[in-house]
């Protein structure tokens, strides 16, 4: 599992991060090529090795992606602001919007993580049932939609009100809003762990009766018998 998991992070989460810090400017059109070969390469690899898909994974890297390779044209540190900003109103719409649906990006991160272990999906799905998990997944994910609402705001107003002068005024309140609630999410997720964690050692995923991925065999025969 720690290899797989390696991988996943490295490939989906990793990699495009510092593949669009180390190329500069222009030359950045190189990291979105290479981001996408290596993430489209490695979910095709998975699937028939694995048989599996990481969603979240491809979902985070194609998103960061595209958002930095539409980015490549700006070089005012203003504009470049501006564009980050709507890029979290966006993000928090998105979260939102998949809420809706319900299709919350953190239990879909929680399926992925699972299916390391070789868990179907039925297991994942009914031990998030039967341990109550839905409250944990929409309290980290409005917490963290919450903070980058708090977030736009504060920049929205800087762009708006403050202008390009002066819109790092409010510098220093973004970096100890984004603290605070990197505090209260690290909480919530160490909570979160040490929950599965006990589901897992208890073995309540694996021991769940009638949840094997496996397809099943029924004897037409034994049941004609029983009819005579």
Wanted: aromatic share 14%; net charge positive; proline share 1%.
């Amino acid at each position: 599992m720690k290899k797989r998991l390696l991988g996943d992070v490295l490939i989906y989460f990793i990699a495009p991060i510092i593949l669009f810090a180390f190329f500069k400017e222009k030359v950045k059109f190189y990291s979105t090529i290479i981001s996408f070969i290596l993430f489209i390469s490695y979910s095709i690899l998975i699937k028939y090795t694995q048989c599996r898909f990481n969603l979240s994974g491809i979902l985070f890297a194609s998103i960061y992606t595209v958002i930095q390779s539409l980015k490549i044209s700006l070089t005012d540190p203003y504009h470049i602001y501006i564009y980050d900003s709507y890029c979290l109103l966006l993000l928090s719409i998105f979260i939102i919007t998949l809420n809706l649906f319900n299709k919350n990006i953190f239990k879909q991160l929680y399926i992925d993580v699972l299916k390391l272990l070789n868990l179907s999906q039925v297991q994942i799905m009914n031990t998030i049932k039967r341990n109550n998990l839905y409250k944990d997944f929409y309290k980290i994910t409005n917490i963290a939609n919450l903070h980058i609402l708090i977030l736009v705001l504060i920049r929205l107003y800087s762009i708006i009100i403050l202008g390009k002068n002066e819109y790092l005024k409010n510098l220093n309140l973004e970096i100890v809003i984004c603290t605070l609630f990197f505090i209260i999410e690290a909480v919530l997720v160490t909570y979160f762990k040490r929950k599965i964690n006990d589901i897992l050692q208890n073995g309540k995923i694996k021991n769940i009766k009638f949840m094997s991925s496996e397809p099943r065999v029924i004897n037409f025969d034994k049941y004609k018998n029983l009819n005579k």
